[in-house]
C-alpha cells in the first residue's frame, strides 16, 4: 500500500511508479498533482485501488489501466480528465467506478456489462452522451447510479425497464440529462429496494403515473422542473417512508389531495411553480416532521387553516405568488423555529400580529404585495437574526419602529409603497439603506439622501392629530365616535349665530335632535360641525371634509331608532378602514 493522500504534493505523477509490482493500493487523492496519468501504472498488475481525485490530472484515462483485472476502485473524481472511457471487458472485479467531475464524452461503453460486480457507478458531470444503455441492466449487484448533468437520452424509456433487473439499487440519480421521454405505467417495477430516485429537468413529459405508489420504500423523490402535466395521484399519499417530495416546477394542475397527509415522516415537500388551485387540505398540519414547505407560485386560495400554524417544528415556509387571503393569526408565533417565512404577492388584509417578534429564528420575514394594515410591530426587532425584511406594497401606516436599528444583520429593507409617517431611523443597519427602501409613503422623513422631507417638529400637526384619531381611536372605540359627533353638534348649536339651542322653538313638534343634524349636514361640513375642526385655509381641505362627513354619515346610521335598524359594530369597524385607508391614498395621491 502506497498513501500519499492530503500532502501537499505538486507537480506530476512519476511514470517510475509503474515499477512498484506488488502495489494493491496507490493513494494519490487531495494534492495538487497535475499533468497526464502515467501509462505505466498498467504495469501495476496486483493493484485493487487506484484513488486519485480532487487534483488536475489533464488528458485520457490510459487503457492500460482498464486492464488490471484485479481493480476493486477506480476513484478519479474531480479533475480535468478529458477522452472516452475506455474498454472495461478486464475489470471483473470491479465494484466502485467514480469519474464524476470531469471533462469525459462518448457513450457509456456496452463492455460496462463484463463489471458484473459493479455495485457504484459515478458519472456525474461530465459530458457523456449517447443512449443510457440497456446494458446496464444487467449489473445485477448495482446499488448507486449516478448519471446527473450530462447529455444522455432514453427516448423509449427503456432505462426503466433495464434496471428491474438491478435488485440491490438504491439510488437512481437522472438529473439534469435530456432524457426526452414519460414515466411509464410500470414505474413501480423499479426495484423494491430504490430509495432515492431523482430525476430533475430531463424534459420528462406527460402525467405522473398512478403507479409510482408502489415505490413505498422511496425516502426522496425529486421531478422538479420537468413538464409533468395533470394532477398529482392522490395514491403517493400510500408512499409511507417518503421523507422528501419535489414536484416543484412543472405543469401540475388540480388540487392538493388530503391523502398527501398520510405522508406522516415529510421532511421536505415542494410543489412550487406548478398550477394547483383550492385550498390548503387542513390535515397538512399533522405533519408534525415537515420542516420545509414550498406551495409558491400557484393558485392556491382560501384562508390558511388553523391547523397549519402548529407546526412548531417548521423551517422554511414559502407560500409566494398565491390568492390567499384573510389575517395573519397570532398563532403565527408558534413557529418557533421558522427560519424563512415567504408570504408575499397574495391577498392578506390584517395587522401585522406582534407574536411573529417571538420567531427569533427567523433569518427571510416577506410579507410584501398584500392588503396588511395597521402599523409595524415593534416587536419586529427583537428579530435578532433576521437578513431580509420586505413590507413593500401593503397599507401599513404609523412610524417605523426605532427597534429595527438593532438588527445588526439586516442587509434588505423595504417598506416602500405603504402609508407610514414620521422620521426613519438613523442608526444601526439603517446606515445602509437607500431611497429604494422608504419610496412611495404618506409623510416619512429623513436624511436628504433618502429623498424625502426633512423633519420638522411642528410638521403638519393637524393632520398627524386627525391620523392619529382615525388609525388607533376610531377603530377601537366605534360607540365613542357617535357621542363626540352629537357634542360637536351641540356646541354648534351654542355657537350659531342664530342662537339656536335644543330648546328652541325649531325642535317643536317631529323634528328631533338627529332629524336637525341631518338637515343641517347636509348643508356641508360647516352646516352642522365645529368650523375649528377644519378650515378651508387647511392643507387638503376637500379630503379632511370628505372624511369627517363620512363618519358623521356613520355615526347617524348608528343611532337609528330601532335596534334592528342599527349597524352592527363589526361592520362600523369595516367601514371606519374604509374611511381611513380613502383618506390616507387621497391625500397621498394629492
Known amino acids: 500500500m502506497l498513501y500519499l493522500g492530503e500532502n501537499n504534493l505538486e507537480?506530476?505523477?512519476?511514470?517510475?511508479?509503474?515499477?512498484?509490482?506488488?502495489?494493491?493500493?496507490?493513494?494519490?487523492?487531495?494534492n495538487y498533482l497535475s499533468g497526464e496519468i502515467p501509462r505505466e501504472i498498467g504495469n501495476l498488475e496486483r493493484l485493487e485501488v487506484l484513488s486519485a481525485r480532487h487534483m488536475s490530472l489533464v488528458g485520457s484515462i490510459p487503457t492500460s489501466i482498464f486492464n488490471i483485472s484485479s481493480l476493486t476502485a477506480i476513484v478519479l473524481q474531480v479533475n480535468r480528465l478529458s477522452g472516452k472511457i475506455p474498454d472495461l471487458s478486464a475489470l471483473s472485479n470491479l465494484e466502485l467506478l467514480n469519474l464524476y467531475g470531469n471533462s469525459l464524452s462518448g457513450n457509456i461503453p456496452d463492455s460496462i456489462s463484463n463489471a458484473s460486480k459493479l455495485q457504484i457507478l459515478e458519472l456525474e458531470g461530465n459530458s457523456f452522451t449517447g443512449l443510457i444503455p440497456n446494458s446496464l441492466g444487467s449489473l445485477k449487484f448495482l446499488e448507486q447510479l449516478y448519471l446527473r448533468s450530462n447529455h444522455f437520452t432514453t427516448p423509449d424509456s427503456t432505462i426503466f425497464h433495464s434496471l428491474q433487473n438491478c435488485t440491490y439499487l438504491t439510488v437512481l440519480i437522472l438529473s439534469f440529462n435530456p432524457l426526452n421521454c414519460t414515466l411509464p405505467a410500470s414505474l413501480s417495477n423499479l426495484p423494491k429496494s430504490l430509495q432515492y430516485f431523482e430525476a430533475t429537468a430531463c424534459n420528462i413529459r406527460g402525467s405522473i403515473p398512478m403507479d409510482i405508489a408502489g415505490l413505498n420504500n422511496v425516502l426522496s423523490l425529486d421531478l422538479s422542473a420537468n413538464e409533468l402535466s395533470g394532477s398529482i395521484p392522490a395514491a403517493m399519499g400510500n408512499m409511507r417512508n417518503l421523507q422528501s417530495l419535489v414536484l416543484s416546477e412543472n405543469k401540475l394542475q388540480g388540487s392538493i389531495s388530503h391523502q398527501l397527509c398520510g405522508l406522516q415522516g415529510l421532511y421536505e415537500l415542494s410543489l412550487a411553480d406548478n398550477q394547483l388551485d383550492g385550498p390548503l387540505p387542513p390535515c397538512l398540519g399533522d405533519l408534525v416532521s415537515l420542516r420545509r414547505l414550498n406551495f409558491s407560485s400557484n393558485k392556491l386560495h382560501s384562508s390558511i387553516p388553523s391547523r397549519f400554524w402548529s407546526l412548531e417544528d417548521i423551517l422554511q415556509l414559502d407560500l409566494l405568488s398565491n390568492y390567499f387571503n384573510g389575517s395573519l393569526p397570532t398563532d403565527i408565533g408558534n413557529l418557533k423555529v421558522l427560519t424563512h417565512l415567504n408570504l408575499s404577492r397574495n391577498l392578506f388584509s390584517s395587522d401585522i400580529p406582534p407574536t411573529i417578534g417571538s420567531l427569533t429564528d427567523l433569518q427571510y420575514l416577506l410579507l410584501s404585495h398584500n392588503g396588511l394594515e395597521g402599523p409595524i410591530p415593534e416587536s419586529l426587532g427583537d428579530l435578532k437574526s433576521l437578513v431580509e425584511l420586505d413590507l413593500s406594497d401593503n397599507h401599513l401606516s404609523g412610524l417605523i419602529p426605532k427597534s429595527l436599528e438593532q438588527l445588526s444583520y439586516l442587509r434588505f429593507f423595504n417598506v416602500s409603497f405603504n402609508g407610514l409617517e414620521g422620521e426613519i431611523p438613523d442608526r444601526g443597519c439603517f446606515i445602509n439603506f437607500t431611497s429604494k427602501s422608504f419610496m412611495n409613503n404618506y409623510a416619512l422623513c429623513g436624511s436628504p439622501r433618502l429623498q424625502v422631507q426633512p423633519c420638522k417638529s411642528?410638521?403638519?400637526?393637524?393632520?398627524?392629530?386627525?391620523?392619529?384619531?382615525?388609525?388607533?381611536?376610531?377603530?377601537?372605540?366605534?360607540?365613542?365616535?357617535?357621542?363626540?359627533?352629537?357634542?360637536?353638534?351641540?356646541?354648534?348649536?351654542?355657537?350659531?349665530?342664530?342662537?339656536?339651542?335644543?330648546?328652541?322653538?325649531?325642535?317643536?313638534?317631529?323634528?328631533?335632535m338627529k332629524q336637525w343634524v341631518k338637515m343641517s349636514w347636509s348643508e356641508g361640513i360647516n352646516g352642522a360641525g365645529d368650523s375649528s375642526i377644519v378650515q378651508e385655509e387647511d392643507e387638503y381641505f376637500v379630503v379632511k371634509a370628505n372624511c369627517i362627513s363620512s363618519i358623521m354619515e356613520l355615526a347617524l346610521n348608528c343611532s337609528a331608532d330601532l335596534p334592528e335598524d342599527r349597524m352592527e359594530m363589526k361592520n362600523v369597524v369595516s367601514k371606519l378602514k374604509n374611511i381611513k385607508r380613502n383618506l390616507l391614498n387621497n391625500i397621498r395621491q394629492n
Open 11 to 30: 507537480g506530476e505523477i512519476p511514470p517510475e511508479i509503474g515499477n512498484l509490482r506488488e502495489l494493491d493500493v496507490l493513494g494519490l487523492s487531495d
Open 458 to 512: 411642528n410638521n403638519r400637526q393637524s393632520n398627524k392629530a386627525l391620523l392619529h384619531v382615525l388609525k388607533y381611536v376610531l377603530p377601537i372605540f366605534g360607540s365613542v365616535i357617535i357621542l363626540v359627533a352629537f357634542v360637536v353638534v351641540y356646541k354648534k348649536w351654542q355657537h350659531k349665530s342664530t342662537g339656536k339651542k335644543p330648546t328652541d322653538e325649531s325642535f317643536a313638534g317631529e323634528m328631533s
